[in-house]
């Protein structure tokens, strides 16, 4: 999850543009800060990336930088802006562009910036004189959209600055419908104070592209009305078997078990059904229909559990989740940190399980590892299984595997002896042996 970089010594170990490297001298800036250490040399790749970074981390830095030597490094003749920086407030909005200037003041780019408030003809003319940068706010790009006068079709970089703020301010369709006026082989760059944003994972779903993460804070800040459990299992029918416990003794209002596939997910909605609890399935190959209906009966208490998989739990926003059980360990951090986001809403406590088996331990590892925290482990007395987690563990938390014994490799000459003897014998056919075979009879 985590980008494994060794952290350079300075800001000239980027190799950044040399007119970058006079702005950041003359600011007086020394040794990168941890966001910039990890996001800078990705962002440099021309790779899509989900930041997770607090407040005056140097984070506008490190978007800022690698855009800039971007720039000025791959020239364009085509006319349009070439980097697009949203930003939720006019006053941040200022900010950045302050520092983008100081950024660039040893170079010939063009900056622009357009917030609500001010002149709209001057902004038009702002977009039309073909700036390289523009810092804008999503309402008033908007207003300029309808205008028609943005070009953002040979956009390079689209950067979301603070995504979290911004969608809590109600700027998501705002957005999702900026994005899709830019051009779709841009690079875009997604800023946020926390990714256990709900939206934020929603929208990076929709925005990102084979993207990295960087997270730089403590994930679990944000889920501190959540309990995180682990339950060891034995195998998947010992899952079952503690999976319809837990739904038939914890107390919950509504329950959401997720499976990593759609014909498991079917499997434990009959299974839980002969254990008599009220649940329905959900999943991606319904139709719309059946997933109206399902999601009524889930919303109006008919039913108070539903299985589901990622793909068909997406934009899923049920009020009274107060369980979350993970059957399956997902396969990332990421969708984890989305499954569990469910409950725990709105300063209410939730709870969350991971049934966990011998084969997902260094998966639920990984995923601890990249929230930085430690679960807690829970045992079902009434089912308590055998498995109890490795003998050994790496400092890494993952399970420590048994050596395999070394066989001694045959030598060339052996080899060499090997195959001239498999060659004598091609075409041979084998003679019976005239030796009778041995009396067994009792």
């Not at 993970?326 to 300063?347: K, L, M, Q, V």
């Not at 052996?414 to 003897?421: A, G, I, L, P, S």
Request: glycine residues 8%.
């Amino acid at each position: 999850m985590q980008p494994d970089l060794t952290p350079p010594l300075s800001f000239a170990d980027f190799q950044l543009d040399g007119q970058l490297l006079s702005a950041i001298s003359q600011l007086g800036f020394t040794r990168p800060t941890p966001v910039q250490q990890h996001a800078i040399p990705l962002a440099l790749t021309h790779k899509d990336l989900l930041v997770s970074a607090e407040t005056g981390s140097g984070k506008t830095a490190a978007f800022l930088l690698p855009t800039l030597h971007r720039l000025l490094t791959e020239r364009s003749t085509l006319f349009g802006t070439r980097a697009l920086i949203l930003s939720p407030t006019r006053e941040l909005a200022r900010q950045t562009f302050d520092h983008c200037r100081q950024l660039a003041q040893f170079t010939q780019l063009k900056i622009g910036l357009i917030t609500g408030g001010e002149d709209f003809k001057q902004q038009q003319g702002t977009l039309r004189r073909n700036a390289g940068i523009i810092i804008v706010t999503p309402g008033r790009l908007l207003e300029l959209m309808e205008q028609n006068a943005p070009d953002f079709s040979h956009l390079d970089v689209l950067i979301l600055d603070e995504a979290d703020r911004m969608l809590d301010m109600g700027f998501n369709d705002a957005v999702m419908t900026i994005a899709g006026r830019c051009n779709k082989e841009r690079q875009t760059l997604l800023f946020s104070a926390t990714l256990t944003h709900y939206g934020v994972i929603k929208i990076a779903d929709k925005l990102l592209k084979n993207h990295k993460v960087v997270a730089l804070n403590t994930l679990h800040d944000g889920h501190s009305n959540i309990q995180q459990q682990i339950v060891l299992a034995d195998d998947n029918d010992h899952k079952q078997k503690l999976l319809a416990w837990l739904l038939l003794h914890e107390t919950y209002d509504k329950a959401l078990v997720f499976s990593n596939t759609r014909v498991k997910a079917i499997e434990l909605e009959g299974m839980l059904r002969a254990h008599g609890v009220r649940v329905c399935v959900l999943h991606g190959e319904m139709d719309h229909q059946d997933r109206k209906r399902t999601m009524a009966l889930f919303r109006d208490g008919v039913v108070n559990a539903l299985v589901s998989t990622d793909l068909a739990a997406r934009g899923l926003d049920v009020k009274g989740i107060n369980l979350v059980i993970n059957f399956d360990i997902p396969r990332n951090g990421i969708d984890y940190i989305h499954r569990i986001g469910r409950t725990g809403r709105a300063d209410e406590q939730g709870v969350t399980l991971a049934l966990v088996k011998s084969t997902e331990w260094n998966l639920m590892s990984s995923i601890a590892r990249f929230l930085k925290q430690t679960f807690e482990r829970r045992t079902i007395k009434e089912l308590e299984g055998s498995y109890k987690g490795p003998k050994k563990l790496k400092s890494s938390g993952k399970a420590a595997g048994v050596k395999k014994k070394t066989v001694p490799k045959k030598t060339v000459a052996e080899k060499v002896k090997v195959r001239h003897r498999d060659k004598k014998n091609i075409g041979k056919r084998r003679v019976p042996s005239n030796k009778p075979e041995p009396n067994t009879a009792g």
